[in-house]
């Protein structure tokens, strides 16, 4: 199994590197090994899923910490971290106890083993446009994951054959041992070194898993994404993670979504905001305009004497709730674009229009002036 890439390093940024650097080399990165863009591409995928499994970690501040200070080991189960308590917490106590004291004076937190086991969860980015989030979209995903062997179904044997107990710990897993100290004779509770706490022992073992039980398996998923979803949200999929092991449960699959940035529109909550430029023209007769909406194109009268910056409300025009048939407002902000090139024609009208108007209809001018002048008299 090739050695894994260090993260930081797959994203291409430093370790000293933002959440919001993270985040922006992610989204670079994920669109350009995205499957949708490279169909049929096997080494883009894989990098596709490279880079999404390294952002799954280092978005994620605890997990972020945990792999700064244990590397991958954190999340394999080989060191500490969040791996279960298999690491240096809980399971780490219990095994001083097994070292020294017995196994915890006859109790093992082995106990179980061969029992049932629940698969991992999965974690998984999809980027998706604005206008999907709004209007929800099906996606596609593809999904690398421990799956149950079809050819000995999950039981790890050769078909035809079974495995069989474990002679050495009868099937339990577990192995007593009694140990005299000048405290008395304890009852030492140990792993059995024979089938590995299994209770188990394959002889013929499957050909396609080698005995494990489950393969890795490349499979695609349909994912429903709702209308109104928002950047950063997250979709579980119940029992779409890595099979169980001995008629365990599978584990959950866990989509992050996010949200590619729009070329005129902004989110804020379930409104939108737009803004639009008008002529200086437009503003001051009123005028209908073309308003851009994530429906279509709509008119729009503006009324005359629109100063810049003002806004207008679209209801109903914005982003549709979850788990609700009603949808935000739409924001239109307008600014007044003042021409820099003009005719001599065109400034000897405005000279003209100037002289004609004076100081009259520019109300908003005359209160400044009227308040600067009260700041500055004695």
Sequence with gaps: MAEKRDYYEVLGVSKQASPEDIKKAYRKLAKKYHPDINPGD???????KEVNEAYSVLSDEQKRSSYDRFGHAAFDGTGGGFSGFDGFGFGGLDDLFETFMGGGFGRSRRSGR???VRGKDIQYSVEIT???AAFGVTKEIPITRMQTCTKCSGTGAKPGTTPENCKKCQGTGQVRYSQVTPFGQFVNVKTCDVCNGEGKIISQPCETCHGKARVSKNSRISLNIPAGIDDGQTISLKGEGESGLRGGPSGDLYV????????IFKREGYDVVCDIP???TQAALGAEIDIP???GIIKYNIPEGTQTSTVFKLKGKGIKRLRSNTR????IRVNVEV???LSQKQKELLRQFADISGDEGLEQKKGFFEKVRDIFKE
């Design 42 to 48: 096997k080494n883009a995928e894989a990098m596709f």
């Design 130 to 132: 604005f206008e999907e």
């Design 293 to 295: 909406t994530i429906d």
């Design 256 to 263: 992050i979504i996010h949200i590619m940035p729009h070329a």
């Design 328 to 331: 935000g407002d739409q924001y």
């Design 114 to 116: 061969n029992g049932p």
């Design 339 to 341: 021409p820099t090139k």
């Design 278 to 280: 008008v002529s200086f």
